[in-house]
């Protein structure tokens, strides 16, 4: 699987970004999908996943953030809403099985990642 991130930009306090993920290959539909983030000099924190189970976010995006997928264009998205400066990090989309990424909040349990794209909020 090939994970291909992008959306990202500035934006001010209040606003809006949809971020989106493609990924390559046949078995897309049956991964489990998650978006994570890393600010500088911080770790990578786990933001939002998709399962067969449903969706789960982080308490600090939790009714402002929505993950979804279409699995015909193959593509997860990350609508970012009432953005904050907080918000400001790198995200990152990652995939793996429903098996392997039992704890999906640790981004060790997944082995695929896009290459990341920069969500900047001002002030």
């Known amino acids: 699987v090939q994970l291909q991130a992008s959306g990202g930009g500035l934006v001010q306090a209040g606003g809006s970004l949809r971020l989106s993920c493609v990924a390559s290959g046949r078995t897309f539909s049956s991964y489990a999908m998650g978006w994570f983030r890393q600010a500088p000099g911080k770790e990578r924190e786990f933001v939002a996943a998709i399962r067969r189970s449903g969706t789960y976010y982080a308490d600090s995006v939790n009714g402002r953030f929505a993950i979804s997928r279409d699995s015909a264009k193959n593509t997860v998205y990350l609508q970012m809403n009432s953005l904050e400066p907080e918000d400001t990090a790198v995200y990152y989309c990652?995939?793996?099985?429903?098996?392997?990424?039992?704890?999906?909040?640790?981004?060790?349990?997944?082995?695929?990642w896009g290459q990341g794209t920069q969500v900047t909020v001002s002030s």
């Open positions: 990652a995939a793996d099985t429903e098996y392997r990424t039992w704890g999906y909040k640790l981004w060790t349990q997944y082995a695929y």
